[in-house]
């Protein structure tokens, strides 16, 4: 053959198709019990036919639905109720949810700087939805957590206290999205937090002076005031980690180096 022919046959040759994949039997199972679940088909706190049942309406064993139901159980989308058999469907725990994206962005090598960038376009809105939107017991949880943070509590403590002062501005908004948006890079954060508070002799005075600037806020629904004293909170966490020598450029995951 010719090198033009050859130059011309290599031109022209079809591109090679990807392999198609094949999921396994009970992958298909958990995908079309899940599209029922999340269209609303089967609502929240109903509960699904029985194992031999399922297998039957599927065409498939019932070991393969028994394997569907297990992982759907651990998404958090299926619960089983004590001392029955049957699986009910339940929304999954903000929590659980929070965790996995959690670790996923820790696989993604996001750094604390990324944590941090993303809190600092987060957390003033929250902070302002919550003032706007924050009910009286709302405001009674807030109360109650920020009277807890005090000189003499153990870094532990302290370090809880701050991540349920986040968690219930986040609640306070009333708002989904704004609930689980932040939830996973408080959970990246608090690993650290212990580091810093160690560190940093003023780090608790400086928390406990903006939680009450914010809790005021928020009493006073002065979206505005919030904001900036959210904004403010950030921006200081951020110095004290700095100042404990925490690199902002160190990828995150389950502890500090």
């Known amino acids: 053959m010719s090198p033009r022919a050859a130059r011309k046959r290599q031109t022209t040759a079809p591109a090679e198709f990807e392999r198609i994949r094949v999921e396994p039997a009970y992958r298909k199972v958990a995908t079309a019990l899940l599209g029922r679940i999340t269209d609303r088909t089967i609502s929240a706190g109903e509960r699904l036919p029985p194992e031999m049942e399922l297998a039957r309406q599927f065409g498939v064993h019932r070991g393969t639905v028994r394997e569907a139901l ?9 619960k089983r109720e004590r001392g029955s058999k049957l699986m009910m469907v339940t929304r999954p725990a903000r929590g659980t949810i929070a965790a996995g994206v959690s670790r996923a962005l820790a696989l993604h090598d996001v750094s604390y700087h990324d944590v941090w960038e993303a809190l600092t376009a987060l957390e003033p809105p929250i902070a302002a939805a919550a003032a706007r939107e924050r009910s009286a017991a709302d405001l009674e949880r807030l109360q109650g957590i920020v009277a807890r943070l005090d000189d003499d509590m153990d870094t532990a403590d302290a370090v809880e206290q701050t991540a349920d002062f986040f968690h219930a501005v986040g609640e306070a908004t009333a708002n989904g999205v704004f609930m689980l948006a932040h939830e996973p890079l408080v959970q990246l954060l608090v690993p650290s937090l212990e580091a810093m508070i160690n560190q940093v ?23 505005t005031q919030a904001s900036d004293w959210m904004a403010k909170h950030i921006r200081d966490f951020r110095r004290g980690f700095e100042i404990a020598g925490i690199e902002l450029e160190h990828r995150v995951g389950p502890g500090i180096p």
């Open 70 to 78: 297990r992982e759907l159980e651990s998404n958090g989308v299926l």
């Open 201 to 223: 002799p003023q780090a608790r005075r400086r928390i406990a002076e903006a939680q009450k600037k914010l809790l005021a806020a928020i009493r006073d629904r002065s979206a």
